[in-house]
């Protein structure tokens, strides 16, 4: 049975048909918003908030793309507006709080970060646009094709914005990038 | 899934990129533990108990995505009703407003461009005092654009009203989402017209911004998960609060233009 077939008899109520949906894509779907929140809850929101979107879009879904991919782009769009929300939370609660302890703490947190702190804070400064291709991408393996489906823009503007990413990265990491050559 | 990860190899518009590099982040960079299915499929079946039926997220003003890339898949989105769907009766009301109140909006910011020689006030009454309101500022000079603003200065702050005095009865109303999604897509109308409008207005339609998104938050989370729709609400009445952001409100739109 194909996932379209699944989707039709989730669309007339078997929630068993959505069960099979949910198995054959919630790993995928899990490790994406893992990767774009960082965060175990956030991940665990996003991906029941993605699945619930679909499930009440299922009318929607005529099979002019996989499922797979339908879920995806709805998926993506929940992690982007969620980790949207999620900043501004947490830039208000930040110039809410106690300032001075934060700074006193950030200089011995700040101090010598190794390789890999640097490449992991240049991805996260990485524009959203950008930073979402390069995780699909080089850290997930999707296809440029998938990638540009999902996001509902041209394959070419996928490569283009994977490669302005990498460009972004070796700019923003400069000489740590040496240590890895 | 096909991996075309190394079809461009070394990327020949980034001289120097090595994919064993990123071969190094992939094991590092938010790497995903194991997913927890049956916790979150309780949760998710939970959430379709709730919804009553597949297919019940066909309400635009629901499905409209402000910051929006969603629905650009798979089927082209039926706009009709399905029948026996229980839309809530405020927001077949405020359809019709909303549209209103947007093309007002587009209005006011168009009037305000064309005929602003400036910014909406004098610059050098641009920096409000911290603390201060709208009202110590100078008055305003009429324009289209002040008025827009302050007509959704007024809508907004009836929204405030109605999610605070919910809350402070325990209660998140979830047809106020709407509601809140099209207030957050005007704000964020005006905040775009930055240049043109005081430094105190630009301040508090950011932090208006802020309260709706969490209004926002609450509302989408209550009925799935009452515990985070109190979280959201109890931040959006610290943010109140803390910012006065009510008393500066109603200093921007007085009683005249509330209900305009």
Redesign the interface.
């Known amino acids: 049975m194909t996932e379209f077939e699944w989707a039709e008899q989730?669309?007339d109520?078997d929630?068993r048909a959505?069960?099979r949906l949910?198995?054959a894509n919630?790993?995928?779907i899990?490790?994406l918003m893992?990767?774009?929140?960082?965060e175990?809850q956030l991940?665990?929101?996003f991906?029941?908030e993605a699945?619930?979107?679909a499930?009440?879009?299922?009318?929607?879904?005529?099979?002019?793309?996989k499922f797979s991919?339908?879920l995806h782009?709805?998926a993506?769009?929940?992690a982007?507006?969620g980790i949207?929300?999620a900043d501004?939370?947490r830039k208000?609660e930040h110039a809410?709080d106690d300032v001075s302890g934060i700074l006193a703490a950030a200089p011995s947190k700040r101090a010598e970060p190794g390789v890999?702190e640097r490449?992991?804070e240049a991805?996260d400064q990485l524009p959203d646009i950008y930073r979402t291709v390069f995780?699909m991408?080089?850290?997930e393996?999707?296809?440029?094709?998938?990638i540009a489906?999902?996001?509902?823009v041209a394959e070419g503007t996928s490569?283009a914005r994977?490669?302005r990413a990498?460009?972004k990265l070796?700019e923003a990491l400069g000489d740590a990038?040496q240590e890895?050559? | 899934m096909t991996n075309d990860r190394h079809e461009d190899g070394r990327d020949p518009t980034v001289p120097g990129f090595v994919p064993e590099w990123v071969d190094a982040v992939r094991e590092t960079y938010h790497a995903p533990p194991g997913a927890p299915r049956e916790e979150m499929w309780a949760a998710i079946e939970a959430g379709m108990t709730a919804a009553s039926g597949p297919g019940t997220g066909t309400d635009p003003a629901q499905d409209a995505d402000v910051d929006g890339v969603i629905d650009l898949v798979g089927g082209r989105a039926r706009r009709e009703p399905r029948p026996g769907s229980a839309r809530p009766r405020r927001l077949r009301s405020a359809a019709p407003w909303a549209v209103a109140a947007a093309a007002l909006l587009v209005l006011g910011i168009g009037i305000g461009r064309w005929s602003a020689a400036g910014p909406l006030l004098p610059t050098g009454t641009a920096n409000a005092p911290a603390g201060g309101t709208i009202a110590e500022a100078p008055a305003p000079d009429g324009s289209g654009l002040e008025l827009a603003a302050r007509m959704h200065f007024g809508r907004t702050e009836s929204l405030l009203a109605t999610v605070r005095s919910d809350a402070r009865a325990g209660r998140v109303d979830g047809s106020v989402g709407p509601w809140a999604r099209t207030l957050l897509a005007q704000t964020r109308l005006l905040m775009d017209a930055r240049g043109e409008t005081r430094d105190d207005v630009q301040q508090l339609l950011s932090d208006l911004e802020l309260v709706l998104v969490q209004v926002l938050g609450a509302t989408e989370a209550s009925g799935m998960d009452e515990e985070r729709a109190r979280e959201e609400l109890d931040l959006m009445i610290r943010s109140l609060e803390r910012g006065e952001i009510l008393p500066r409100i109603r200093s921007a739109a007085p009683s005249t233009m509330a209900g305009a």
């Open positions: 989730a669309r109520g929630e959505f069960r949910y198995d919630v790993d995928r899990y490790r893992y990767r774009m929140a960082g175990e991940a665990k929101d991906t029941q699945f619930l979107r499930y009440r879009k299922l009318d929607q879904f005529r099979g002019d793309a991919t339908w782009s709805i993506v769009s929940v982007l507006n949207r929300k501004r939370h208000r809410l890999r490449i992991e991805v995780l991408h080089d850290l393996g999707y296809a440029h094709g998938e489906t999902s996001l509902g490569k994977l490669s990498r460009a070796r990038m890895y050559v």
